[in-house]
């Protein structure tokens, strides 16, 4: 299913449950049932597909349909900018803390 930005379907093509989605794609866009705008430099049309059409295939027939794609990378393929992670994790301080806590409750319960 193709779908527009606010979510109205524009698209479908039925097709068994073990094909691929990104093997449908060009059938999918060819069989939208409105008259497409053509699209210019000053107005692109965008494409956003989900990390499943990651392949070369589908690179392919967004840019035959002269879209400008937007495809999320696949698992692994996540660029070095989003792969490292800003802020360490705290562990050394909740370890503090539950060194603490246990001090304390040992010399609470000494008393």
């Not at 379907?9 to 094909?19: D, F, G, S, Y």
């Not at 059938?27 to 053509?38: G, L, S, W």
């Not at 349909?65 to 802020?87: C, D, L, M, N, V």
């Not at 060194?99 to 304390?104: F, N």
Request: charged share 30%.
């Amino acid at each position: 299913m193709l779908v527009d930005g606010q979510g109205g379907p524009l698209a479908i093509v039925v097709a068994p449950a073990n094909v691929n989605d990104h093997v449908l794609l060009k059938e999918t866009i060819e069989a939208i049932v409105v008259k497409r705008p053509r699209p210019t430099e000053k107005e692109p049309q965008h494409l956003c597909l989900d990390a499943g059409y990651d392949n070369q295939m589908s690179r392919e027939t967004v840019k035959e349909h002269h879209y400008q794609g937007h495809i999320r990378p696949a698992r692994g393929k996540e660029s070095a900018r989003k792969s490292k992670k800003k802020y360490p994790p705290r562990r050394s301080r909740s370890r503090k803390n539950i060194k603490l806590a246990l001090e304390m409750s040992r010399v609470a319960g000494a008393l």
